[in-house]
């Protein structure tokens, strides 16, 4: 894989360039190398073909599979069964056939002489830095059991703020998605059939009809060219949004947009304090819990914040002076990291910080969807509206004059 990174030197410069390594951790050692700090690590946009689409959809492991994963050993490991017989029961009883065969091959490692945590290390598209990370923290410290559960812990937790934001999001998608259809194949087949009967009345119209019997022509005649520049333009934003710079805009795009913009920072706000407070409960040191926390928020305006974070605290400073100075981060989680870090309570503080977040995206959400809704089906009233307006209105005035 090929990472791009921007990092400071000893000197505080800031050097921007490219890395080739396996995986984030990798890329993350290398930089660290060669005396650089990293503020910034995006793994660099590569060609997609739909084999690889169809693989990535075939070989996969879902969130939900990889939570009771470690849920079902934390449980095994708590009742003193040695590793490798937790790991082969769980895969005899995983029906995903693909993770099943990862299980099988992280067995083996095991029983090759492998750690746990480096049998997982051989998986990154499957086991995140953090997970791997914690699982050898566990390891060293002789509590395993701890670890794993705070492994399920904070998949968890992360996959529900997934869930809270898509929920949000679904029933609006579907409805104008659904409606979307519809309109193409009522304007494309069916409008182009009631125009006809407009037409041969042989009456002046009014400019909006004008517009509608043009676009239902044109639609009549070339729906298929219209249908393939939307899938185009559909497939090259989607292209487009798997390179950095597509993901750097849109990751920008998605905080600034109005309404939903802070239902985005309040996630982003929550998925690094969780898990930060996690890491730091598992032993983690702090600057390797801040850097790994950065990982996992998703979005690199946040990311490259965080990689700051840990930058500063290599040089002597604190978090919260660092979150002072930006205008991503509320002065109140500001102030409560510095009231954590004086107390020497910053993990307890950090998870208060995550659940009261949690909450307002709880809350944003439900809002949200309540909104929405309203306005879709003013969305959807005017356009329906407008079309049998311009197409029922000109049939109903030739009719009076008939009459």
Do not use: C
């Not at 809270?164 to 104008?176: E, L, N, Q």
């Not at 597509?246 to 706000?269: A, S, T, W």
């Not at 004086?342 to 309540?370: C, M, P, R, W």
Request: proline letters at 3%; glycine letters at 6%; charged letters at 20%.
């Amino acid at each position: 894989m090929k990472f791009f990174f921007r990092a400071k030197n000893k000197t505080g410069e800031v050097k921007e360039g490219t890395v080739d390594a396996a995986n984030r951790d990798l890329a993350l050692e290398l930089i660290q190398k060669n005396d650089f700090f990293p503020i910034l690590l995006r793994e660099e946009g590569k060609k997609i073909s739909f084999v690889d689409i169809f693989r990535k959809y075939v070989n996969r492991v879902k969130v939900k599979e990889l939570m009771i994963f470690f849920r079902q050993l934390a449980i095994l490991v708590e009742a003193r069964v040695p590793i490798v017989y937790a790991l082969s029961a769980i895969k005899d009883q995983t029906e995903n056939p693909f993770f099943k065969t990862v299980i099988e091959e992280i067995v083996n490692d095991i029983q090759d002489g492998l750690p746990f945590s480096d049998a997982l290390k051989k998986k990154p598209e499957i086991f995140s830095s953090l997970s791997i990370s914690i699982i050898k923290s566990g390891e060293a410290s002789g509590n395993l059991k701890q670890s794993v559960e705070y492994v399920a812990d904070s998949i968890e937790k992360n996959h529900n703020l997934s869930k809270k934001i898509t929920s949000a999001f679904i029933y609006p998608a579907v409805v104008m998605a659904v409606f979307f259809v519809i309109g193409f194949v009522f304007v494309a087949f069916i409008i182009p059939k009631l125009t006809i009967v407009i037409k041969d009345m042989g009456v002046d119209f009014p400019w909006y009809t004008k517009v509608v019997m043009v676009g239902s022509d044109f639609m009549a005649v070339y729906w298929w060219a219209v249908l393939l520049g939307i899938i185009g333009v559909v497939l090259g934003i989607l292209f487009f949004l798997e390179t950095r710079k597509g993901k750097e805009k849109m990751d920008r795009l998605k905080i600034n947009m109005p309404v939903f913009g802070k239902i985005f920072q309040n996630i982003y706000i929550t998925r690094f304090s969780e898990n930060l407070a996690i890491l730091l409960k598992g032993g983690i040191p702090i600057i390797r819990a801040v850097t790994l926390s950065s990982s996992v928020v998703n979005n690199s305006v946040y990311e490259e914040l965080f990689l700051q974070v840990a930058y500063e605290l290599k040089i002597g400073q604190n978090i919260h002076g660092v979150f002072q100075k930006s205008e991503l981060i509320p002065p109140i989680v500001s102030q409560m990291i510095r009231v954590g870090e004086e107390t020497g309570q910053l993990d307890l503080v950090l998870h208060h910080i995550s659940t009261f977040y949690e909450q307002e995206t709880e809350t944003a959400t439900k809002n949200l969807s309540v909104l929405l809704e309203p306005l879709i089906m003013i969305i959807i009233g005017t356009a329906v509206g407008f079309l049998v307006f311009s197409i029922l209105m000109p049939i109903y005035n030739v009719a009076n004059q008939i009459n």
